[in-house]
């Protein structure tokens, strides 16, 4: 029963042009959102957050959304750029140092 | 600041025999999680080490186990290889009670089960 579900196992975007990535969840005791970025042969690189009592998050190019009531977060990157194709994981956890629980996966790439 | 590291990079094993994977966690974390990222899966939590014992696990089986060293570096260890343990693992480690701790991961160690 996966509680984290990325639905799009893959993305293809233009460069310069905004990637919107999903992600459902459906535990709601889940408290605390993640975005982590992985090239091949690497590990995960953390890349942004959300805590349950904000409903948006920026930094940069990067912007997450949180919706709690859909149990649904985004993750958007404008504009998209050729070395963000990557496998965008999306995670979560309740409060405190608990384990991260992640979704599949959404490879995206950016096509110049 | 040294990141996370872990050895070895690549291991191949066949069934039935047993491995170790080490991990070195960043300077200044005292908290070490271990996952195993299947082919085409999310990395999937195995358990936690804190002070040098368990600290949460995930839904695998007793034959993985693991320890953490008084530096605060960590060893996974699989008895009984099964194909389905070829995987990706993953080391990641953190600062208990940071508040938000977004856990820092090593590149992994890639095991082969034939």
């Known amino acids: 029963d996966q509680q984290v579900k990325q639905n799009s196992p893959s993305l293809s975007v233009q460069e310069g042009r905004i990637s919107i990535l999903n992600c459902d969840y459906t535990?709601?005791?889940?408290?605390?959102f993640l975005w982590y970025k992985k090239y091949p042969a690497e590990g995960p690189t953390f890349l942004i957050s959300?805590?349950?009592?904000?409903d948006k998050n920026e930094d940069g190019r990067f912007t997450v959304f949180l919706n709690k009531s859909a149990k649904h977060l985004s993750l958007h990157i404008v504009p998209s750029q050729p070395g963000d194709s990557a496998v965008y994981f999306c995670?979560?956890?309740?409060?405190?140092?608990?384990?991260?629980?992640f979704g599949k996966g959404t490879r995206l790439s950016v096509i110049a | 600041e040294t990141g996370v590291t872990q050895s070895p990079t690549h291991l191949i094993k066949t069934r039935g025999q047993q491995v170790t994977l080490r991990c070195s966690s960043q300077s200044g974390h005292n908290t070490v999680s271990w996952y195993q990222q299947a082919l085409g899966q999310g990395p999937q939590f195995i358990f936690q080490?804190?002070?040098?014992?368990?600290?949460g696990r995930g839904n695998f089986p007793p034959r993985f186990s693991g320890l953490q060293f008084p530096n605060y570096s960590s060893e996974l260890n699989v008895n009984a290889l099964e194909l389905d343990d070829s995987a990706l693992y993953l080391c990641?480690?953190?600062?208990?009670?940071?508040?938000?701790?977004?856990?820092?991961f090593g590149p992994g160690t890639r095991l082969t089960v034939l």
């Open positions: 959300i805590s349950s009592i904000k």
């Open positions: 535990n709601s005791m889940f408290d605390y």
């Open positions: 990641a480690s953190s600062l208990q009670g940071s508040g938000y701790n977004e856990q820092f």
């Open positions: 080490y804190y002070r040098e014992e368990e600290n």
């Open positions: 995670a979560a956890r309740d409060s405190g140092n608990t384990p991260l629980v």
